[in-house]
């Protein structure tokens, strides 16, 4: 007959080779992922940030020069950086501002029970899911001169018609309409998500108390969606800070500069003038400015 001491010992025993074993099967699906991170990852933004640290062109890739934070101080010096910089954190405040603005006010647009809001919910969420370079193309075909329906309109009018993506005061404007077109129902459908999570009883205790819909709205709408809006501003203002594409596709950052950004100043640097290691300490600045809000974010994850 076993003694409660060997019994003891036994449940121990498997207990804990049922920890190992449950521990390597974590350590079995964890180590591919790990390894294909630091391969895609890692390794790039590495290599990225040593390259700041070099005079290095993809003419010469094999003749890489030492010249520690001489990149860094030539951006100081840099007047289109500064204006790439500047473009960059205007085009993220407006849009990222405007994009919250509208998509809290479709939210309560569609919180409301109307006929036909459901299929207006899944309409508005074209704009989201359609492809950045369909966009561009349906932008610029609005604008284009002599059959853009937008200088149709203006002629007809008597006003002057002319591609308004070539108009220096008018491209960065469209750039950031076409960051709030393509993100508000997106905005929209993650705000009211969040509406729909409050309970009822809520808003007919603060009806019964006498709150009007504004008051309600302050005091318990706001405060209950405040976590979804701040976790959605901070990734949108990443997206945003690092956004290539809109701005690549319909400017190229121009023109005369006018709506040049971070991004397509880094693309330019690196693969038009060939100067990778200069292109790559633009990399890193942008780099230290989205850890910042990355640790935001990773403080709020952990806070909640």
């Known amino acids: 007959m076993a003694t409660p001491t060997k019994s003891r010992f036994r449940r121990y025993g498997s207990e804990f080779k049922s920890f190992l074993s449950e521990t390597w099967l974590g350590y079995a699906f964890v180590i591919p992922a790990t390894l294909i991170l630091a391969v895609i990852i890692a390794y790039p933004t590495l290599r990225g940030i040593q390259l700041a640290f070099y005079q290095a062109s993809?003419?010469?890739?094999?003749?890489?020069?030492?010249?520690?934070?001489?990149?860094?101080?030539?951006?100081?010096?840099?007047?289109?950086?500064?204006?790439?910089?500047?473009?960059?954190?205007?085009?993220?405040?407006?849009?990222?501002?405007?994009?919250?603005?509208?998509?809290?006010?479709?939210?309560?647009?569609?919180?409301?029970?109307?006929?036909?809001?459901?299929?207006?919910?899944?309409?508005?969420?074209?704009?989201?899911?359609?492809?950045?370079?369909?966009?561009?193309?349906?932008?610029?075909?609005?604008?284009?001169?002599?059959?853009g329906p937008v200088n149709i309109i203006l002629g007809n009018l008597g006003m002057r018609t002319t591609y308004w993506f070539g108009e220096p005061g008018v491209a960065f404007p469209l750039i950031v309409l076409m960051h709030v077109w393509r993100n508000v129902p997106f905005y929209g459908i993650a705000l009211l998500a969040a509406m729909k999570s409050i309970p009822a009883e809520q808003y007919e205790a603060a009806r019964l108390d006498g709150a009007g819909p504004l008051e309600r709205f302050r005091y318990i709408t706001l405060p209950q969606i405040s976590y979804v809006s701040m976790i959605m501003i901070i990734l949108h203002v990443t997206f945003t800070f690092k956004n290539f594409d809109i701005v690549f596709l319909s400017t190229g950052g121009g023109?005369?500069?006018?709506?040049?950004?971070?991004?397509?100043?880094?693309?330019?640097?690196?693969?038009?003038?060939?100067?990778?290691?200069?292109?790559?300490?633009?990399?890193v600045v942008m780099l230290v400015i989205m850890l910042v809000f990355t640790i935001i974010y990773v403080h709020m994850e952990e806070t909640d």
């Not at 005369?256 to 633009?282: C, D, H, M, W």
């Open 58 to 147: 993809l003419l010469n890739p094999g003749q890489m020069q030492f010249v520690g934070l001489e990149n860094f101080a030539r951006l100081l010096r840099d007047a289109t950086f500064h204006e790439a910089l500047w473009h960059t954190v205007l085009l993220t405040g407006v849009a990222v501002s405007l994009q919250y603005l509208l998509g809290l006010g479709l939210a309560l647009a569609l919180k409301e029970k109307v006929p036909g809001a459901g299929v207006f919910r899944s309409l508005s969420m074209v704009t989201w899911v359609m492809p950045v370079i369909v966009m561009v193309i349906i932008f610029r075909f609005l604008v284009q001169n002599g059959f």
């Open 255 to 283: 023109p005369l500069g006018n709506t040049e950004v971070l991004a397509t100043y880094v693309y330019k640097q690196a693969f038009q003038q060939y100067a990778l290691g200069y292109g790559a300490s633009i990399g």
